[in-house]
């Protein structure tokens, strides 16, 4: 009871505020923190991961020098698919020139991890390796 009387009286007097500035100073300076590095922490842990997906990705994509130079045109392609990289890109670079006519399906391998060109195109026409490119 006495505790809230002084508070009371404190508070008509304007003093209460004196009072009470380090404590709310250090509410203030508390949160604030919160407020800055808790959403910078979840930003920079969001980056991490879409870097890394990323990177995943592009070596899922990754074709050999090596491996490209062993194919040649007339192989099935069942027999190129065995040397290809799980998973192809989704579709020629805007550079790439037009597909060869003729050509059922074409994929796109890059030729880098780092550049997103040049990529290697192969081109498929019933069932074979009909067209290779170096696109720029």
């Known amino acids: 009871m006495r505790r809230a009387r002084l508070r009371h009286l404190l508070l008509d007097l304007g ?13 203030v300076r508390r949160g604030v923190a919160q407020a800055i590095w808790i959403p910078l922490a979840l930003l920079t842990a969001l980056a991490v991961v879409m870097l890394g997906f990323g990177l995943y990705t592009q070596s899922r994509s990754f074709l050999d020098g090596d491996d490209y130079s062993a194919l040649r045109t007339g192989q099935s392609r069942g027999t190129v698919e065995e040397r290809l990289p799980p998973r192809p890109l989704d579709g020629p670079p805007a550079t790439a020139p037009a597909e060869p006519a003729g050509a059922d399906s074409c994929l796109y391998y890059r030729s880098t991890l780092i550049a997103a060109v040049p990529v290697f195109r192969l081109c498929f026409t019933g069932g074979v390796l009909s067209d290779k490119a170096l696109i720029s």
Do not use: D, E, Q
Not at 15 to 27: G, H, I, K, M
């Open 15 to 27: 003093l209460w505020a004196l009072l009470a500035t380090p404590v709310l100073r250090r509410r």
